[in-house]
């Protein structure tokens, strides 16, 4: 019973990972990434599609993306759709590849983009910890209701402790990596 309740907060722990690492990806740095194009949905005969479903994205160099749409007739509907992404991307076309420059960052939007990455991150700790909450408030249920005595209910709250501050640890190594990157020049 405890372990099925300390497996499903580990489970939601990682989902909150999980979704800062994505959210972190859409956060561009100064660099070319294929994960920065990760959010843009392409019209596609009638249906947001993402991009990668209907294109290759590739890095051609440090400042570049190159996409590949699998249909050539796909190439000013893909463009469109990274224009009015909200990354701030002009991608520019030649023939059936579309190049995406990667405009170079300022002091003051590195800066923006840190500040969104502690949001982000700050989200994902209060996910654990309500994780955490939730785990918890089980176990005081099964406490209440006889089936656990108060010394597993305490053991299963420590157990659930550490999980918590093992991701958190990992949502505080995330962040000054990100931080690192972004800073970078």
């Known amino acids: 019973m405890i372990n099925d309740i300390k497996s499903e907060?580990?489970?939601?722990?990682?989902?909150s990972v999980d979704a800062l690492h994505?959210?972190?990806?859409?956060?561009?740095?100064?660099?070319?990434?294929?994960a920065i194009l990760d959010s843009v949905m392409v019209n596609y005969y009638g249906q947001e599609t993402p991009l990668k479903q209907v294109a290759s994205?590739?890095?051609?160099?440090?400042?570049?993306?190159?996409?590949?749409?699998w249909e050539k007739n796909l190439v000013p509907t893909i463009e469109k759709a990274?224009?009015?992404?909200?990354?701030?991307?002009?991608?520019?076309?030649?023939g059936d590849i579309i190049r995406v420059p990667m405009p170079m960052l300022t002091e003051e939007t590195r800066k923006e983009m840190v500040k969104q990455a502690k949001a982000d991150a700050e989200?994902?700790?209060?996910?654990i910890r309500n994780a955490r909450r939730?785990?918890?408030?089980?176990?005081?249920?099964?406490?209440?209701?006889?089936?656990?005595?108060?010394?597993e209910e305490r053991k299963g709250e420590d157990e659930i402790q550490k999980l918590t501050d093992r991701y958190i640890a990992d949502v505080e190594k995330m962040l000054k990596?990100?931080?690192?990157?972004?800073?970078?020049?």
Not at 57 to 69: A, F, I, K, Q, W
Not at 123 to 127: E, I
């Open 134 to 151: 939730d785990a918890n408030s089980m176990l005081k249920d099964l406490l209440k209701e006889k089936e656990i005595n108060e010394d």
């Open 22 to 34: 994505s959210a972190f990806n859409k956060i561009r740095t100064g660099r070319a990434h294929p």
């Open 82 to 94: 990274i224009m009015t992404s909200d990354l701030g991307l002009n991608p520019a076309t030649s």
């Open 123 to 127: 989200h994902g700790r209060v996910s």
């Open 9 to 15: 907060a580990e489970k939601k722990m990682q989902k």
């Open 57 to 69: 994205v590739n890095v051609e160099d440090n400042r570049t993306l190159t996409v590949s749409p």
């Open 177 to 185: 990596a990100k931080e690192e990157d972004l800073m970078a020049v």
